[in-house]
């Protein structure tokens, strides 16, 4: 699986927004379903959105629906995680990943495993 590099972290104050970026080193991200994740202080790595290979469907974790958004631009090579209201539970180590068999769905996302992660990316919104 390529090396993902996440990027656009920061330290924000309540209802602040961020966006997070995600390239492939190396590699094109181009026909590969994609995901965000988040790892909080403490606690296991959770999903939180993730974008079908052509960008036509996504899928988001309850608690971050209606606030943030994952895009993609296939000609940058790059994943977009738009991220707006930001509230002290956002505060984690961010990451993007995705299945390496192409064409997948927003789903597949959830579903596979991943051998490597990238660096992330810290978000901190202070309580």
């Known amino acids: 699986q390529a090396q993902m590099a996440e990027s656009g972290g920061g330290l924000v104050q309540t209802g602040s927004s961020l966006r997070l970026s995600c390239t492939g080193s190396g590699r094109t991200l181009n026909w590969r379903a994609m995901g965000w994740f988040r790892q909080a202080p403490g606690k296991e790595r959770k999903f939180v959105a993730s974008i079908n290979w052509n960008g036509g469907t996504t899928f988001y974790a309850e608690d971050v629906e209606g606030r943030f958004r994952i895009s993609r631009d296939d000609a940058q090579n790059t994943v977009y995680l738009q991220m707006n209201s930001l509230k002290s539970e956002d505060t984690a180590v961010y990451y993007c990943?995705?299945?390496?068999?192409?064409?997948?769905?927003?789903?597949?996302?959830?579903?596979?495993?991943?051998?490597?992660w990238g660096p992330g990316t810290q978000v901190i919104v202070p309580s």
């Open positions: 990943n995705g299945p390496s068999t192409p064409y997948g769905s927003a789903l597949d996302v959830l579903s596979a495993t991943y051998d490597s």
